[in-house]
C-alpha cells in the first residue's frame, strides 16, 4: 500500500536553533518527493522537488535529503525563524496516473 | 500573477443545501486539481483534471460530489446534498502543462474554502 509516514507530529523548538523534519514512504514506483510548507489558512507552498538522482536539494535555509534506497526524506531547518511556524507536508508521486501520495505534515511551532 | 484563486474563502450552510466551490486557476496551467484537508485525514485528491478532462475522480467520496471544467479558466466543485461530515478546508491547485501527475511540475494551491455544514 502507497503511504507517507512523517514525524515527529509536532515540534516546538526556541528561534534560531535548527530542527530536521522525517518522511518515510512506500510509493512505487517512485517518481519524486515534495515538501510543501502550509501556513496557518493558507494553501501549501511548495519548497523542493527532489527526483529520483537527487539526495539533497536547498531552498534558502531550507534543505531536503532523499535517500531512495532507504525511502526516508528528511528536512533540514537551519536558524528557526518565527516565521518558520507552519505545517510541513511531504508528498510523494510515482510515475503513472495515480494520486500523490500526502504525509499528514509535521506541525512545528518556532517561539522566542 | 494572481495565483489560483478560490471562492468563497469561508461558507456556512445547513445540511441538504446544495454547495458550489469555485476555482479560477493560474493562466497557462492545463492540469487542476480538487483536493479536500481534514485533520483526521490530511490532505486528499478528490478528482483530477488535464486539458479540462476529468482523468482521475477515483477519489471523489460519493454521488453527492460533482465537478466540472467548462474551461481552462474555471471549475467547480459542488456537493448536494451536503451533510456534516464534509466540513472540511478544500483546495484547487492547479500545475503548468504535464502528462501526469508524477511529473516534476510543483502544484500551486489556493487558500481554500472552509466548509462548514452545520
Known amino acids: 500500500k502507497n503511504q507517507v509516514e512523517q514525524s515527529p507530529q509536532s515540534l516546538i523548538i526556541l528561534e534560531g536553533k535548527n530542527c530536521t523534519l522525517q518522511?518515510?514512504?512506500?510509493?512505487?514506483?517512485?517518481?519524486?518527493l515534495r515538501w510543501y510548507k502550509q501556513d496557518t489558512g493558507r494553501g501549501p507552498v511548495s519548497l523542493t522537488i527532489?527526483?529520483?538522482?537527487?539526495n539533497t536539494k536547498s531552498n534558502g535555509r531550507y534543505t531536503a535529503t532523499l535517500d531512495a534506497d532507504t525511502k526516508q526524506s528528511s528536512l533540514h531547518i537551519t536558524a528557526s525563524q518565527l516565521s518558520d511556524s507552519a505545517s510541513y507536508i511531504c508528498?510523494?508521486?510515482?510515475?503513472?496516473?495515480?494520486?500523490?501520495?500526502f504525509g499528514k505534515g509535521t506541525r512545528l511551532s518556532v517561539i522566542a | 500573477d494572481a495565483g489560483v484563486i478560490q471562492s468563497p474563502r469561508h461558507e456556512v450552510t445547513e445540511m441538504g443545501q446544495e454547495v458550489t466551490l469555485r476555482c479560477k486557476p493560474i493562466?497557462?496551467?492545463?492540469?487542476l486539481f480538487w483536493y479536500r484537508q481534514t485533520m483526521m485525514r490530511g490532505l486528499e485528491l478528490l478528482i483530477y483534471?488535464?486539458?479540462?478532462?476529468?482523468?482521475?475522480d477515483s477519489g471523489m467520496p460519493e454521488d453527492r460530489f460533482s465537478a466540472k471544467m467548462p474551461n481552462a479558466s474555471f471549475s467547480t466543485l459542488k456537493i448536494q446534498p451536503s451533510e456534516p461530515r464534509d466540513s472540511a478546508v478544500y483546495f484547487c491547485a492547479s500545475s503548468p502543462p504535464s502528462f501526469h501527475q508524477g511529473s516534476n511540475q510543483p502544484q500551486h494551491f489556493g487558500d481554500g474554502t472552509r466548509l462548514s455544514i452545520l
Open positions: 527532489m527526483t529520483f538522482s537527487e
Open positions: 493562466s497557462g496551467h492545463n492540469s
Open positions: 508528498v510523494v508521486a510515482n510515475s503513472g496516473n495515480t494520486p500523490l501520495v
Open positions: 518522511c518515510n514512504y512506500t510509493v512505487s514506483p517512485f517518481s519524486n
Open positions: 483534471f488535464n486539458n479540462n478532462v476529468p482523468i482521475d
